[in-house]
């Protein structure tokens, strides 16, 4: 049987370093981390994220603000409150939640975002350093980020030379994990709803990455013995055995099978999901440390 890879527990000792290091930059500098988030909207799933993020933000001794918007705000005061942040010293990070409302386009917001604050990683020149190598100055996105972790925990630091698999070509996720997994020297294949035999494919992964949002369409057959499987899907199915109108959190792996085969694999839900948390007040953290000099 595979180790469940406790991510709970990993994001927890990453937040208490972050706390730690967090006291130290206010002693020492004055300086303390803040962290700015922005909803739009009255998205369920999106405000219980939010939440916890400003919640985590606070445990971690920064300074947090959260922006409610209402669903009709216009794509222009979006972008006039992220102009108000970006010039907001005391602001070292901006987290606009994601999806948006149609009416909203997001590239535009997400572009407005000052690359120095965008602890989210999602801007052009984030994404560029990232996929040029510049690892050490850019901001990573925080579930691959988180991920990567993970994979080091159960792997060591040292990846070179092993098997990648990504299934899912995602902004968030896919594209920036691949590229994280191509800085640590493995061989990389980004996997998605054209690919051919990805039974097969997945099969010959060292690490197999799930990041697709639906609902345990890795099959155990699928997983190589012995792989590292990093599951970062969260969705939300019916579950009439608990209940009328019940229902419970599943990733896209099927847990149950994988787990016979694979070497380690991450839970959902307390596997990657606590790291995307934990990974964002990282960021912020280096924010601050940056701006203090
Ligand atoms: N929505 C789902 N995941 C994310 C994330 O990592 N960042 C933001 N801003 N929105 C999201």
């Not at 380690?264 to 999901?273: K, L």
Request: overall charge negative.
């Amino acid at each position: 049987m595979a180790d469940v890879i406790d991510g709970k527990k990993v994001a927890e000792e990453v937040l208490a370093s972050v706390k730690e290091e967090a006291d130290k930059l206010i002693a020492e500098t004055g300086v303390t981390p803040g962290i700015a988030v922005v909803i739009v909207g009255e998205d369920p799933a999106s405000q219980v994220y939010v939440n916890s993020k400003s919640r985590k933000a606070k445990e971690c001794g920064f300074h947090s603000v959260k922006h409610t918007l209402a669903e009709d705000t216009s794509e222009t005061d979006l972008l006039a409150l992220i102009g108000t942040l970006n010039e907001d010293p005391a602001i070292h990070g901006i987290l606009v939640q994601l999806p948006l409302p149609g009416h909203i386009d997001s590239g535009r917001v997400i572009q407005t975002i000052s690359p120095d604050k965008d602890v989210d990683g999602f801007h052009f020149i984030n994404v560029g350093k990232l996929g040029t190598g510049e690892t050490s100055t850019a901001f990573v996105p925080c579930t691959p980020a988180g991920s990567m972790l993970l994979v080091e925990r159960v792997r060591g630091r040292d990846l070179s030379g092993l098997s990648a698999v990504v299934v899912g070509r995602s902004n968030i996720v896919g594209k920036p994990m691949a590229n994280l997994l191509l800085a640590a020297n493995c061989t990389v294949t980004i996997a998605h709803s054209r690919t051919k035999d990805l039974p097969g494919l997945c099969r010959t992964a060292d690490i197999l990455v799930a990041a697709v949002g639906r609902p345990e369409m890795v099959k155990g057959d699928w997983v190589k013995p012995g792989a590292t499987v990093i599951d970062v899907g969260i969705n939300r199915i019916d579950a009439p055995e608990r209940g009328e109108g019940k229902s419970r959190l599943v990733g896209d792996v099927e847990f149950a099978e994988a787990e016979k085969v694979a070497g380690a694999i991450t839970p959902v839900p307390g596997g990657v999901g606590p790291m995307t948390i934990a990974m964002l007040m990282a960021n912020t953290l280096v924010s601050a440390c940056r701006r203090a000099g």
